[in-house]
């Protein structure tokens, strides 16, 4: 299996509260993403990675920032967190830009009362 | 906007029959297909690709692309309750895009 581990795994949370995800990998990858899943939505894409400091918007980024200062780990910020973000969040690592085989870890569940 | 359709199910099939799980895409332009499986409360995991038109088999699976109707599909044979869990498409409209993924299909396996 990909070394890949979200943390935290569960987090509650209120509104207004900034919150960080992190996600760690060891397969030295260099592209990464963040995805939200919700009901009646399916996956969406927040933002991603492809490289240290190289990073880019996805379908679904405002109220959401991220950050990627080494190879291994990138995480995902929210500044001031709404009901809105209540989702379970994903991160996946893939070789490079011309696969779309993505190994994702075990995603982190965030609630925002 | 490119978007990728599938029928939310659930699709129930009896233990034994074919799963037929389809995939509309809205771009010609689009390159590489991805089926992932999603068992309830875990992570989705790959277990099919297709870059080109036609069938490729994989064991108990069959993915079949048509680019022209903009249509890709998963066939799972011998279909088992284990294989129960949400199938996501997932699509790749050139080498430097992020995949875009359908809402998913619950299948449901009756034993």
């Known amino acids: 299996d990909a070394g890949i581990t979200q943390s935290p795994r569960h987090k509650v949370t209120e509104t207004g509260t900034p919150v960080t995800l992190r996600c760690h990998q060891t397969e030295n990858h260099r592209y990464m993403y963040w995805y939200r899943q919700d009901p009646g939505h399916g996956l969406r894409l927040i933002h991603y990675s492809y490289g240290v400091k190289d990073t880019d918007k996805g379908e679904v980024s405002d109220g959401y920032s991220v950050s990627r200062s080494k190879t291994e780990d990138f995480l995902l910020t929210l500044e001031s967190a709404t009901s809105s973000q209540t989702s379970v969040y994903f991160c996946a690592i893939s070789a490079g830009p011309n696969t779309g085989e993505l190994f994702f870890g075990e995603g982190s569940r965030l609630t925002v009362l | 906007q490119k978007e990728v359709e599938q029928n939310s199910g659930p699709l129930s099939v009896p233990e034994g029959a074919i799963a037929s799980l389809n995939c509309t895409y809205s771009?010609?332009?689009?390159?590489?297909f991805f089926w992932y499986r999603q068992y309830s409360g875990k992570s989705p995991e790959l277990i099919m690709s297709i870059y080109s038109n036609g069938d490729k088999e994989d064991g108990r699976f069959t993915a079949q692309l048509n680019k022209a109707s903009q249509y890709v599909s998963l066939l799972i044979r011998d279909s088992q309750p284990s294989d129960s869990a949400t199938y996501l498409c997932a699509v790749m409209w050139s080498g430097n895009t992020p995949l875009v993924f359908g809402k998913g299909t619950r299948l449901s396996v009756i034993a």
């Open positions: 771009d010609r332009g689009s390159q590489s």
